[in-house]
Nanobody, 124 residues
Framework: QVQLVESGGGLVQAGGSLRLSCVASGFTLDRYVIGWFRQAPGKEREGVSSIRGSDSSTYYADSVKGRFTISRDNAKTTVYLQMNSLKYEDTAVYYC?????????????????WGQGTQVTVSS
């Protein structure tokens, strides 16, 4: 059974850092694209970053480029999101999800098996 569990969220001051973890079970990372998304109160969910399991190629939304880094640890089937220079507007619930590599979709389309999310709150 495919399962994703996020952790690492918390309260941090603006300019601070957090590292989120997404632990995967029930599937092999190298066959999927793993994405991080976030949803702030009253806003639609948006894509933040993604990593291809096969070659670790990455993609970042413009809003986080240069501040966030996505990486993976195949041995532990974990994907990380290192978030530096956090801003108030980064406050949101962060989710991870997966998309099969064979699925043709837009950058943020086709993701499934969402985790429960982890809250990130940045105080200004």
């Amino acid at each position: 059974q495919v399962q994703l569990v996020e952790s690492g969220g918390g309260l941090v001051q603006a300019g601070g850092s957090l590292r989120l973890s997404c632990v995967a079970s029930g599937f092999t990372l190298d066959r999927y694209v793993i994405g991080w998304f976030r949803q702030a109160p009253g806003k639609e969910r948006e894509g933040v970053s993604s990593i291809r399991g096969s070659d670790s190629s990455t993609y970042y939304a413009d809003s986080v480029k240069g501040r966030f880094t996505i990486s993976r640890d195949n041995a532990k089937t974990t994907v990380y999101l290192q978030m530096n220079s956090l801003k108030y507007e980064d406050t949101a619930v962060y989710y991870c999800a997966i998309r099969p590599m064979w699925l043709l979709a837009t950058q943020w389309g086709g993701f499934r098996s969402w985790g429960q999310g982890t809250q990130v709150t940045v105080s200004s």
